[in-house]
């Protein structure tokens, strides 16, 4: 193994808290000249917010050690040129596609591409018909999903992720999303090339056996899964086998070296 794609919410932290350990881990990293990126599907945020925090927890990171949805997406969205993106994600997030000039917030035609991700509560029926009757104009606008994870723990508990309305919204359109996102192995795959490194000399650690553990090993890369964030004993028991079970993040240097 010679790189590293670290997932965030579950594996470096929970919530507002560190996982304990994560910073010596990243910090470990850097010292010990291996490549490393920050994988995440989370949509709620910019690269930059998501910098931020991790520096408030002693990690330094820049927008370039992060890898998003958000970003391949603009990027897809941009080589293909479909048109004008309807989007279906928080504010913050939306400063990404700033440059393609996306539909006024009520628009329900004209939309090259409906873009989807975790707008949490802000979903509400009038939202999700709008995303709906966008993709049913007679144009056909593409379904881009930033992501299929399916949940997340938050403070509070699990929640519902941006996957949960791409199928829904698959299912009522008649359509199929281009995903960007885990687990799908054009990301994977995109996160591997970062790193200048083949994608069998890559580990993904994550807390998500599907999207973290099964995409990344579909994608030719090591599987570790972690017993933090949304990890249930019945993982362990799916049709999917990790390459490694590590209690936390905090276990990655031993096992790296085989100690």
Sequence with gaps: MRGVLLDLDGVVYVGDSSVPGAAGVVDWLAREDIPFRFLTNTSSRPRAAIAAKL????????????????????????????????????????????ELDPMPDDAEQGAGAVVVGDLGEAWDF??????????????????????????????????LDAGAFVRALEYAAGTTAVVMGKPDRAFYETAVGSLGLAADHVVMVGDDIRTDVEGAQ????????????????????ADVSPDAVLASIAELPDWWTGD
């Design 55 to 98: 520096s408030s927890m002693g990690i330094p990171a820049s927008d370039d050690d992060i890898l998003t949805p958000a970003v391949a997406a603009r990027s897809w969205l941009q080589h293909h040129s479909p048109g004008r993106p309807a989007l279906f994600i928080p504010a913050a997030t939306a400063s990404e596609f700033v």
């Design 126 to 159: 009038a939202t999700f018909n709008r995303a709906f009757r966008l993709l049913m104009a007679d144009s056909r606008p593409t379904l881009i999903a930033l992501g299929l994870t399916r949940y997340w723990r938050a403070d509070d508990g699990l929640r």
């Design 218 to 237: 579909r994608a030719g890369l090591t599987g570790v899964l972690v017993r933090t964030g949304k990890f249930a004993p019945a993982d362990l028991g």
